[in-house]
């Protein structure tokens, strides 16, 4: 075999090899969602102290993320809270009550429009900082702390 012919067989083995490992990457990442999902119906009866029945069932939790109490999380998302059930008036008015687009698909996929998006002061932060509560059209409520990259359903009751 010529060294050129060698050249061209790697590189479409290497080629092929990429597209594997991204499709296999692909299937994989969705996989740890059921284990999580397969634990929260007992997360959610815990939390809502019923035994598997719709009524005080925290909106949301079906989604298999933790659920957190809303008196666990920073004092300043209590605040927020209290700013949201009110309807303001909020710190970041350009920034607080618009459409969150979930573009890192960390929520459950929705409708443009669903979630809306609150700025959880951080105290010393110059900006507006990485906390946030976003609410869902259903009443869901989640907490984010780092910028989008992982999310709470929020127990407002507690």
């Known amino acids: 075999m010529s060294p050129g012919r060698r050249l061209t067989v790697a590189l479409v083995g290497l080629i092929a090899l990429v597209v594997i490992g991204w499709f296999v990457k692909d299937t994989t990442a969705s996989d740890p969602v059921p284990p999580s999902s397969s634990s929260s119906p007992s997360a959610t009866a815990a939390s809502s102290g019923s035994s598997g029945s719709q009524a005080g069932a925290v909106p949301g939790a079906s989604s298999g993320m933790d659920v957190q109490a809303l008196s666990k999380l920073p004092a300043e998302a209590a605040k927020t ?10 710190p ?52 984010t702390g780092d910028h989008y990259s992982s999310f709470v359903v929020v127990d407002v009751k507690k």
């Open 81 to 90: 809270w209290k700013l949201i059930e009110a309807n303001g008036p909020f």
């Open 92 to 143: 970041y008015p350009r920034n607080d009550g618009v459409t969150f687009q979930n573009r890192e698909k960390r929520l459950p996929a929705k409708n443009s429009g669903y979630y809306k998006e609150y700025t959880v002061p951080t105290p010393g932060s110059p900006d507006r900082g990485a906390r946030r509560i976003v609410t869902g059209s259903e009443k869901e409520v989640f907490y």
